[in-house]
C-alpha cells in the first residue's frame, strides 16, 4: 500500500532556530509536496519538486527551503523559526503519468504539528 | 486561473441521516476533480475522484459525487452518515496539461450528532 512518511508527529522548538521537517515516500512517485494547514485557511502549497533535485516555488515560499537529494525524500527547512511559522505541516506524493497530463491524486502523510515558542 | 469553492464552512448531521458537501470550481476546460477526507490528527485520504466518464462517481466509506458542467458542481454526498463520517472534507480540481498542482478548497468540517 501507498505510504508517505513524516518523520515526526509533533514538534517544539524555539524562534531562531533552524528546522527540518523529513518526508519519505515508497511509492516512487516523481512529484512531492509540501503544504501548510491553518484554520479556515485550508491547505497552502509551500514547495514543490517534480525531480531529484528539483524545486518550485508554490504560494507561501518565504521563511522556507526545501531539499530533494534523493527520490524518496522530501525535505522542509525552516531557515530561522519564527512564531507564524506555528502550523500544521502536510507531505504529499503523486506520480506522473503523462498520458493522463498529471493529474494523479495525491498521497498524503499524517502530517506535523510544530509549535514555534 | 482555477478555484474551488466550499461554501459550507460546517455542516452538522444527525447520525442516520444523508449527507450533500457541496463543491463549486471555476476552471475553463474539463477538470479532474478529487475528494479528500480528513480525519482529526491525520493527513487527507482520497474518497474518490473524476476524470472522465459517467458523471457519477463512487469513492470507499459508501460516498459519491456527481459532476454537473452546467452548474460546474461536485457534490460529495453520503445517504447515511456514521458518526466516524466526522472529519474535515476537502474537495480538489486538477488541471489539464502543463499543471500538475491542484487547487483545494477551504474545507468543510462536518459535526455527526449522536
Known amino acids: 500500500d501507498v505510504k508517505v512518511t513524516q518523520s515526526s508527529r509533533y514538534l517544539v522548538k524555539r524562534t531562531g532556530e533552524k528546522v527540518f521537517l523529513e518526508c519519505v515516500q515508497d511509492m516512487d512517485h516523481e512529484n512531492m509536496f509540501w503544504y501548510r494547514q491553518d484554520p479556515g485557511l485550508g491547505l497552502r502549497l509551500i514547495y514543490f519538486?517534480?525531480?531529484?533535485?528539483?524545486?518550485e516555488k508554490g504560494d507561501i515560499p518565504e521563511g522556507y527551503s526545501v531539499s530533494r537529494e534523493k527520490k524518496e525524500r522530501f525535505s522542509l527547512i525552516l531557515e530561522s523559526a519564527s512564531t507564524n511559522q506555528t502550523s500544521m505541516y502536510l507531505c504529499?506524493?503523486?506520480?506522473?503519468?503523462?498520458?493522463?497530463?498529471?493529474?494523479?491524486?495525491?498521497?498524503f502523510g499524517d502530517g506535523t504539528r510544530l509549535s514555534i515558542l | 486561473a482555477q478555484s474551488v469553492t466550499q461554501p459550507d464552512i460546517h455542516i452538522t448531521v444527525s447520525e442516520g441521516a444523508s449527507l450533500e458537501l457541496r463543491c463549486n470550481y471555476s476552471y475553463g476546460a474539463t477538470p479532474y476533480l478529487f475528494w479528500y477526507v480528513q480525519s482529526p490528527g491525520q493527513g487527507l485520504q482520497l474518497l474518490l475522484k473524476?476524470?472522465?466518464?459517467?458523471?457519477l462517481v463512487q469513492g470507499i466509506k459508501g460516498f459519491e459525487a456527481e459532476f454537473k458542467r452546467s452548474q460546474s458542481s461536485f457534490n460529495l454526498r453520503k445517504p447515511s452518515v456514521h458518526w466516524s463520517d466526522a472529519a474535515e472534507y476537502f474537495c480538489a480540481v486538477g488541471s489539464s496539461g502543463g499543471s500538475y498542482i491542484p487547487t483545494f478548497g477551504r474545507g468543510t468540517s462536518l459535526i455527526v450528532h449522536p
Open positions: 519538486s517534480y525531480d531529484v533535485k528539483m524545486k
Open positions: 504529499a506524493s503523486s506520480s506522473l503519468v503523462r498520458a493522463r497530463s498529471d493529474n494523479q491524486p495525491q498521497h
Open positions: 473524476y476524470f472522465s466518464g459517467d458523471t
